[in-house]
């Protein structure tokens, strides 16, 4: 089942194809999050598969959960384990290279609505 979780968690789930650059989005994310849950570190480009933090969001504590998936065809079957309860997908595509925003119309939005038909989906390029 996807779409929204109970409680006061965010899970976002994030794809790109192995044609695609790794999305600089996702390191944004980490860091804004590192300097949240750290004033004053200094920001540094993250690698990670699963990241999660605690965030206060209107008073309220949330935890922020980020996973990026393999985008690899030796995972098709394995990848979608890990859509249930995802809030939002996001799709990172690469705007010099025209395949990759293919691929986001004929693999990984068809693969997000055939397991997640209502979960919306950010595009960044």
């Known amino acids: 089942m996807c779409g929204r979780s109970y ?10 194809s192995t044609t695609t650059p790794k999305c600089p989005f996702r390191f944004w994310i980490a860091c804004f999050i590192r300097k949240r849950r750290q004033p004053g570190s200094n920001c540094i480009s993250l690698i990670f598969d699963n990241f999660s933090a605690q965030m206060t969001v209107d008073g ?11 985008g690899q065809e ?26 990759s925003f293919d ?23």
Not at 7 to 16: A, E, K, L, M, P
Not at 75 to 96: A, G
Not at 107 to 117: A, M, Y
């Open 7 to 16: 409680g006061h968690h965010f899970r976002d789930v994030i794809n790109s």
């Open 60 to 70: 309220y504590p949330v935890n922020l959960g980020l996973w990026d998936t393999a």
């Open 74 to 99: 030796d995972y098709d079957r394995l990848r979608p384990l890990s859509y249930p309860q995802t809030d939002v997908f996001v799709l990172c595509f690469s705007i010099v290279a025209p395949v």
């Open 103 to 125: 691929n986001v119309l004929t693999k990984w939005i068809p693969e997000i609505r055939h397991n997640c038909p209502d979960a919306p989906i950010l595009l960044i390029g």
